[in-house]
């Protein structure tokens, strides 16, 4: 049986400056019968912008093996879950300290990337009172996972990272997210390709419901209408291990169906329950540079042209144009339009003397191979588990193998001094 305690730490709004206000950080200690005084780890979640699993038994299906070693930490990153949540209710916008103007709005949400993530989660170690923790970020919750490397390695066991080593810009290196977003347009192509050529019925299903978007555009059971963008970014299921199944029986659907409808909408990735995901997602690959709607700004005018070129995590303009995240429009714009400062300094990486053990999928669709393996070469204490057997899900989609693999590495890493 699961032991589960809450833990309410209050943190400043701006870490880092002299903003005014505190938010409330919220964390679930999970544990079991064996747990005593096991070590704590860390979980950060992907996203940016979706809270930590609510657990069961065996969900997530690494807890089991997580918890024979540690307690975990379930961290509702700010702004998300119990953490002072962000969102769009009864007509205005709440968790944003009262701001309504979109461009309050965007300021406020500044203070919501991972370099505060990580200092929330130190107020939480603090709170624990332990010196030091091991972490496990999967996704974004990996790129948190460099930042905490960079910044607090004084405080770390240890760091397991799943599909999560972001581009980290090298000194005069072109620090520009859309270099990142170009290279997962042609993963995508390559996985579009592969799921129209083994579902050719797919392939005129889902040129017909591109039409009728472009055309008319598709209502939505919520009473917002679905764009080319929403339609385009149902690749996002590509992805992940099993998605192609997903994305092959919501188009079997005629377009005209209710089913087909209250399937449309329940699978946009991006949507108005995490609206941080959408509107803040391109600002987790930034360090020291605009984000001006990077993924559009990487898109080739033949993927544009190409209705069977499904799009992942590649945030487009038109999603905050119509549909259910029409609201945050000016936010999202206002978002794109701001300079971020550095989130990875280089050379602190290099000196992050930190047992850190990461899963690179080789066909992950979000965060690209080489890309990872170049930021695994800037750790000094990092081993990488090279797999393609699951995709950028593996720690979801392999009931506790992917973590199997990393503890190996560390095991590994530790008893080589």
């Not at 066991?157 to 581009?167: E, F, M, Q, W």
């Not at 001006?292 to 499904?310: G, H, I, N, T, V």
Request: aromatic share 8%; charged share 25%.
């Amino acid at each position: 049986m699961l032991k589960c305690e809450d833990l309410r730490v209050e943190v400043p709004l701006d870490h880092f400056g002299d903003t005014p206000g505190t938010i409330e950080v919220y964390a679930r200690i999970v544990g079991n019968a064996d747990s005593g005084n096991k070590p704590y780890l860390l979980y950060l979640q992907g996203g940016p912008g979706v809270e930590a699993f609510r657990p069961t038994e065996n969900s997530p299906t690494w807890l089991p093996e997580a918890l024979k070693t540690h307690r975990v930490v379930m961290l509702d990153q700010r702004g998300t879950g119990l953490s002072s949540p962000i969102g769009w209710v009864d007509g205005r916008f709440v968790g944003t300290g009262g701001a309504q103007d979109p461009e309050a709005v965007a300021e406020r949400m500044s203070f919501y990337r991972a370099d505060a993530i990580v200092e929330d989660a130190e107020a939480v170690r603090r709170a624990l009172g332990v010196e030091k923790w091991a972490i496990l970020g999967q996704s974004f919750g990996g790129f948190t996972s460099l930042r905490y490397l960079a910044e607090h390695p004084e405080s770390l066991l240890s760091a397991r990272i799943t599909g999560g080593l972001a581009r980290v810009p090298q000194p005069g290196a072109d620090p520009d997210p859309a270099i990142a977003y170009a290279r997962t347009w042609q993963i995508m192509r390559e996985k579009s390709q592969k799921f129209f050529s083994q579902y050719p019925g797919a392939a005129e299903a889902m040129k017909k419901l591109h039409a009728r978007a472009v055309t008319d555009g598709i209502a939505l059971p919520d009473g917002t209408v679905a764009a080319e963008a929403h339609v385009r970014s149902l690749g996002l299921l590509l992805g992940a291990s099993g998605g192609d199944q997903k994305l092959r029986f919501l188009l079997e659907h005629d377009v005209d169906s209710a089913a087909l409808r209250h399937d449309l909408q329940a699978s946009l990735p991006f949507s108005a329950r995490n609206p941080l995901y959408a509107a803040f997602h391109e600002t987790c690959w930034a360090s020291g540079a605009k984000t001006d709607w990077a993924a559009l700004r990487a898109r080739s005018a033949e993927a544009a042209d190409d209705p069977l070129w499904l799009s992942g995590e590649h945030v487009d303009p038109e999603l905050f144009r119509t549909g259910p995240l029409a609201v945050w429009d000016d936010v999202a714009q206002a978002l794109a339009e701001r300079d971020w400062p550095v989130m990875w300094d280089v050379e602190k990486l290099r000196k992050a003397d930190v047992p850190t053990a990461a899963a690179v999928y080789t066909h992950d669709a979000f965060v690209p191979r080489d890309m990872s393996r170049e930021t695994a070469g800037l750790l000094p204490k990092c081993e990488v588990w090279e797999t393609d057997a699951y995709e950028h899900n593996g720690l979801a989609a392999s009931d506790g193998e992917v973590l199997r693999q990393l503890n190996g590495l560390l095991e590994g890493l530790n008893a080589a001094g």
